[in-house]
């Protein structure tokens, strides 16, 4: 089946610092999105890429549709606080029923 | 408020109890969706209802059982459970694009499972 690999599966950083994580996959998808979990909340979709080689910012956040479609990647410039949480990447290929397929996660501590 | 609700947050079941969860959104999607969500493993989809129709059920066991009644609520009926289904419960509705569920889901905040 489709699977998702993520990375790094937690960074520990300091408040100001860039952040860069990844998703790959052997599978090409049509759509990449980055969604954040906050502790004791549910996922909270941050970015939705549709076009291979698409680049899109949200504000301090960066993410990009890999050109093999088989990747993404999400930066965070200049890191605060709040930005503690857990991201998750996923991938939808509409072949598969557009069935959101998941990565691991990567777990974002923020020093301050 | 993130327009989708879920309750109870937590729960707490004996292995021969029987409990619902529930979940209500508000969003006018037409797509509802259970995850189960464990500790350092991706979300795993249970089962996806479009207009409250079930076109999804992941090999899950049959002592989950889900009911959507109309398009806004959507429960998750469980009975004699196992230890190893604790969990975060995660609910979550979309819109349809097209023929399919697009992938910009809105999460409920969870309802975080024990089973004893």
């Known amino acids: 089946g489709q699977q998702l690999n993520q990375s790094p599966q937690s960074m520990f950083i300091q408040e100001g610092e860039d952040v860069s994580m990844n998703c790959t996959s052997s599978?090409?998808?049509?759509?990449w999105l980055w969604y954040k979990q906050d502790p004791g909340e549910g996922p909270v979709l941050l970015i939705a890429l549709y076009k291979a080689g698409e680049l899109t910012s949200n504000g301090r956040l960066t993410a990009q549709f890999g050109i093999t479609r088989k990747d993404s990647f999400l930066n965070i410039s200049a890191s605060i606080p709040s930005d503690v949480g857990i991201y998750f990447c996923a991938g939808q290929l509409l072949e598969y029923g557009n069935k959101l397929v998941f990565g691991a996660g990567t777990i974002l501590r923020v020093k301050s | 408020e993130t327009g989708v609700t879920q309750t109870p947050r937590h729960l707490v079941m004996g292995m021969t109890n029987k409990k619902s969860l529930k979940c209500e959104q508000h969003l006018g999607h037409n797509a509802m969706y259970w995850y189960k969500q464990s500790a350092k493993k991706p979300l795993e989809l249970m089962f996806v209802y479009n207009f409250k129709e079930q076109t999804e059920n992941n090999s899950v066991p049959s002592r989950f059982s889900p009911e959507c009644p109309n398009s806004s609520h959507l429960f998750l009926h469980l009975h004699t459970l196992q230890p190893e289904d604790s969990a975060l419960y995660l609910c979550?509705?979309?819109?349809?694009?097209?023929?399919?569920?697009?992938?910009?889901?809105?999460f409920g905040e969870g309802s975080r499972l024990t089973v004893l």
């Open positions: 599978s090409i998808f049509n759509t």
């Open positions: 979550a509705s979309s819109l349809y694009s097209g023929r399919a569920p697009t992938g910009e889901l809105f």
